[in-house]
C-alpha cells in the first residue's frame, strides 16, 4: 500500500509560483508513474501532469504547458509540481498520484491518491 502527502499549496496572487511535493511511502516509489490532478468548484477532477517511473517521459494538459514543470526525485520518494504564471482559473485542490506501468491521463488507472492540497489564486 502506498501512501501519498502533498503539500506546498496556499494563496497567491496571479502571475506567482508555487511548488507542490508529494511524499510517497509504503512501496517502491521508483516503480510508478506519478500524476498531479485538480478538482476545481464545481468542477470534475482532471489532468495535470504525469511523469514516467524513470522521469524520462512527462505529459502535460494544454492549458499547463509552458508554466508547470513536473519532476521527480527518486531517492526522496518525492513528486514535484513547479506552478508558475499561475492564473485564477488554477485554483482548485491538487492531488498526486501513482499507477503502475505507463504514464496516463486517465484518473481511473490511477491505483493510489493524496489528500489533496489547496490552491488558490487571487486575480
Known amino acids: 500500500q502506498v501512501q501519498l502527502i502533498e503539500s506546498g499549496g496556499g494563496l497567491v496572487q496571479a502571475g506567482g509560483s508555487l511548488r507542490l511535493s508529494c511524499l510517497a511511502s509504503g512501496g517502491t516509489f521508483s516503480s510508478y508513474a506519478m500524476g498531479w490532478f485538480r478538482q476545481g468548484p464545481g468542477k470534475n477532477r482532471e489532468f495535470v501532469a504525469a511523469i514516467s517511473w524513470y522521469g524520462g517521459s512527462a505529459d502535460y494538459t494544454d492549458s499547463v504547458k509552458g508554466r508547470f514543470i513536473i519532476s521527480r526525485d527518486n531517492d526522496k520518494n518525492t513528486v514535484y509540481l513547479q506552478m508558475n504564471i499561475l492564473q485564477p482559473e488554477d485554483t482548485a485542490v491538487y492531488y498526486c498520484?501513482?499507477?503502475?506501468?505507463?504514464?496516463?491521463?486517465?484518473?481511473?488507472?490511477?491505483?493510489?491518491w493524496g489528500q489533496g492540497t489547496q490552491v488558490t489564486v487571487s486575480s
Open positions: 498520484a501513482a499507477k503502475r506501468s505507463l504514464v496516463a491521463r486517465s484518473p481511473g488507472t490511477y491505483d493510489y
